[in-house]
């Protein structure tokens, strides 16, 4: 069973940057399909980005392309979701999740993080 660890959240304004970071243990996560999901207060949980096995098919929110960019390193045992041009519509609590199904549906994905705030300022 993986465990997952979020960190990277923080504050930032309006047009900032941030990544973060997942890190995996307790199991090999080249073993899964990774993903990053995001939840604001009063509104249902959505998939952010998603990356196969290999690391090398990325699948990004279609409102997010252009921004938001994920990558994996196996080898580490970690993933990334890179951030750009944030707005204050982003902010929320980021999760990272893990699973042997794939895309941006949250039942695809057994394993969670406890998640990270991202907060926008405008």
């Known amino acids: 069973q993986v465990q997952l660890v979020e960190s990277g959240g923080g504050s930032v304004q309006s047009g900032g940057s941030l990544r973060l970071t997942c890190e995996a243990s307790?199991?090999?996560?080249?073993?899964?399909?990774l993903a990053w999901f995001r939840q604001a207060p009063g509104k249902e949980r959505e998939g952010v980005a998603a990356?196969?096995?290999?690391?090398?098919?990325?699948l990004i929110a279609a409102s997010l392309k252009g921004r938001f960019t994920i990558s994996r390193d196996n080898a580490e045992n970690t993933m990334y979701l890179q951030m750009n041009n944030l707005a204050p519509e982003d902010a929320a609590m980021y999760y990272c999740?893990?699973?042997?199904?794939?895309?941006?549906?949250?039942?695809?994905?057994?394993?969670w993080g406890q998640g990270t705030q991202v907060t926008v300022s405008s």
């Open positions: 999740a893990a699973g042997l199904l794939w895309g941006l549906d949250s039942p695809s994905y057994s394993y």
């Open positions: 307790g199991g090999s996560a080249s073993r899964y399909y």
């Open positions: 990356i196969n096995k290999d690391g090398d098919i990325p």
